[in-house]
T-cell receptor, first 111, second 115 residues
Framework: EDQVTQSPEALRLQEGESSSLNCSYT??????LFWYRQDPGKGPEFLFT???AGEEKEKERLKATLTKKESFLHITAPKPEDSATYLC????????????FGGGTRLMVKP | DTEVTQTPKHLVMGMTNKKSLKCEQH?????MYWYKQKAKKPPELMFV???????INESVPSRFSPECPNSSLLNLHLHALQPEDSALYLC??????????????FGQGTRLTVV
């Protein structure tokens, strides 16, 4: 059965303290891995798509990387406004448009 | 423009009411989705529309009835809901396969409370 697992469930950082979030997946024939940010009570905001092992994408303080079994979201020198739940998702159908989400990592950055 | 607009933002309804959630996008996407999200849980797929036709129903109870009037609009009709149906309902859209990247863009959701 295809699965997506994120760790840790929650992460507290001091402002400026860099860290990484993990997303492990077991799908047959990856058709993309997606990272989203979700603020409380809001819809997920698209961040990145990764398609092949070795691929990297960056946006401001965030950098996403992909291997054959997992993806990392690296957060460099985070700020309080980076506090949110970060979700990863993979498609589980051939068309690549039905997403299964990991449980998310709730990130809290203290000033 | 990567905006998906959902209305209303909040909805409180009784178990005997009929209400509808609305979703609109103007990104030219031909795939549209409804997801349900309970508190502290990830979104779960309910329905997929592709080219205005229902292509996936993830075993959703018939008290939820989707409708896609055209390529920009998606509705979710609600009838005889239960309190456990209270959740954040998210609409999303994406390109269909073969039409570019398939990342989904989400609306801000409708917070539904069933009393």
């Amino acid at each position: 059965e295809d699965q997506v697992t994120q760790s840790p469930e929650a992460l507290r950082l001091q402002e400026g303290e860099s860290s990484s979030l993990n997303c492990s997946y077991t799908v047959s024939g990856l058709r993309g891995l997606f990272w989203y940010r979700q603020d409380p009570g809001k819809g997920p905001e698209f961040l990145f798509t990764l398609y092949s092992a070795g691929e990297e994408k960056e946006k401001e303080r965030l950098k996403a990387t992909l291997t054959k079994k997992e993806s990392f979201l690296h957060i460099t020198a985070p700020k309080p406004e980076d506090s949110a739940t970060y979700l990863c998702a993979v498609p589980y159908n051939n068309a690549g448009n039905m997403l299964t989400f990991g449980g998310g990592t709730r990130l809290m950055v203290k000033p | 423009d990567t905006e998906v607009t959902q209305t209303p933002k909040h909805l409180v309804m009784g178990m005997t009411n009929k209400k509808s959630l609305k979703c609109e996008q103007h990104m030219g996407h031909r795939a549209m989705y409804w997801y349900k999200q309970k508190a502290k849980k990830p979104p779960e797929l309910m329905f997929v529309y592709s080219y205005e036709k229902l292509s996936i129903n993830e075993s959703v109870p018939s008290r939820f009835s989707p409708e896609c009037p055209n390529s920009s609009l998606l509705n979710l009709h609600l009838h005889a809901l239960q309190p456990e149906d209270s959740a954040l309902y998210l609409c999303a859209s994406s390109h269909s396969r073969g039409r570019g990247n398939t990342e989904a863009f989400f609306g801000q959701g409708t917070r539904l409370t069933v009393v």
